[in-house]
């Protein structure tokens, strides 16, 4: 099974050494970047939904919609979304596309076709295959589950822009990685991919923040 809570604080420390020692390119952003919490997320159904619900949406917006469908659910679970009619979701703050979303979460894991109380026992590749099985569910929801619900260790979301442009300060480039190039390059940074995709969430967001100087 490959459920975890993510990594301990010392455990993070471990994981940026060896990220150094994996790619010395690193260390330039890893010398400055603060430290940061492993984050962690309600895995299962509950975990997909409320990840599908915050794409593509402000942080205040997410939080919003996600308060409100919860009260009017009552009880995040498939069977509480099939019996809502589309009008009852999209009056909850769902678009109409997120409606059907929504019900090919709920529809696969009372199907089968993906349950997620079973997906810790497929490897990182097939688990994210089978999640990509679900209407709305695109790659980078799917890693993005992987690393924050199931707590697993060398998943990286290639497709996600703050960490291709700071993987571009890591290398000094010109321009941003493409997708493509993201998921080759961070091949380098395995078996710890999860703990470098936060470290440079981390350092793209101090930066942003002006906690630390740009690059």
């Known amino acids: 099974m490959h459920t975890r809570t993510g990594l301990s604080p010392e455990e993070i420390r471990s994981a940026r050494d060896a990220l150094v020692r994996l790619d010395p390119a690193l260390a330039r952003i890893e010398a400055v970047t603060p430290d940061f919490d492993w984050r962690v997320r309600e895995p299962g159904f ?60 709920a529809e696969a894991q009372v199907s089968g076709l993906c349950d997620l109380q079973q997906i810790g026992r497929l490897d990182d590749q097939a688990a994210t295959a089978a999640l990509m099985t679900i209407t709305g569910i695109g790659r980078w ?62 350092c793209y967001g101090a930066v942003k923040r002006r906690e630390i100087p740009p690059f």
């Open 46 to 105: 509950a975990g997909l939904l409320k990840l599908m619900v915050e794409q593509q949406v402000s942080l205040a917006s997410a939080a919003a919609i996600w308060a409100r469908v919860e009260r009017g659910l009552g009880e995040v679970t498939p069977a509480a979304v099939l019996a809502l009619s589309d009008a009852e979701l999209q009056g909850l703050g769902l678009s109409r596309p997120k409606v059907r979303y929504a019900r090919a979460i």
């Open 141 to 202: 929801t799917a890693e993005t589950y992987l690393m924050f619900c199931e707590g697993r260790l060398d998943v990286f979301p290639g497709g996600d822009i703050a960490l291709q442009e700071a993987m571009r300060w890591v290398d000094g480039a010109g321009a941003r990685p493409s997708q493509v190039e993201a998921y080759q390059r961070a091949a380098a940074w395995a078996p710890h991919r999860s703990a470098a995709a936060h470290l440079l969430w981390r």
